[in-house]
């Protein structure tokens, strides 16, 4: 067990790390806790926060449809170029009025976020080379950070997805399609 002066020199750490507007809405990053629920049909574990990690690789953060932590829960770390949080107050919670500055920032790789409003969706990640790894399913209500690798989705029930993503719209430039994991090798694990 860490004893208590280490455990204060963190929180000064984290506090120290936040900005004002961060202290502000009560902000803590990174996220402090994953909760789990139990199995799916006893083979694919589901989670209401999970992070798709590839070779090391962060490539999405998936946030189910159940997710309700109290306050505000960055998903993300703050060098990332596309932000997804969690926020979830009371009645009577007053969020600061506040401006988002004018920052001059260097996107290189897009990033998209998907919020499922209707429907059910596989997602296929694969590496930055293109190879297949592992499958997910999002439905009505989910959140999917798309971070890096590449990705391909099946329809599964008739689905109406909102996109955000970083702009200006590069067309052509922005994505190499390529070819999609044939049925048989679609991995849940």
């Keep these: ?10 929180e000064q750490i984290r506090e120290a790390a936040r900005s004002p507007l961060q202290r502000a809405l009560g902000i803590l990053r990174p996220p402090t806790r994953v909760n789990r629920v139990p199995t ?31 306050g505000i829960q960055f998903f993300t770390a ?25 920052v001059r920032r260097e996107v290189l790789n897009t990033q998209e976020a998907l919020f499922i409003r209707r429907g ?14 592992l499958s997910r399913v999002i439905q009505k209500g989910d959140v999917i950070l798309l971070i ?10 008739d689905v109406n997805v909102v996109e955000v993503k ?12 390529f070819s999609t994991v044939p049925p048989a090798k679609i991995n849940f694990e």
Excluded: W
Aim: charged content about 25%.
């Design 1 to 10: 067990m860490l004893s208590s002066s280490v455990l204060g020199l963190t």
């Design 40 to 70: 799916l049909n006893g083979s694919q574990k589901l989670t209401l926060k999970e992070d798709i990690v590839i070779d090391g690789c962060l490539c999405a953060i998936i946030i189910k449809s159940g997710y309700d932590e109290s």
């Design 78 to 102: 703050n060098e990332m170029s596309q932000q997804l949080a969690s926020m979830s107050y009371k009645p009577g919670k007053i969020i600061p009025a506040h401006t988002h500055q004018a």
């Design 120 to 133: 059910k969706l596989r997602v296929d990640f694969y590496t930055a080379d293109q190879e297949y790894r």
């Design 148 to 157: 890096a690798g590449g990705h391909g989705f099946e329809v599964i029930e």
């Design 166 to 177: 970083q702009g200006p719209y590069a067309g052509d430039r922005d994505k190499l399609v």
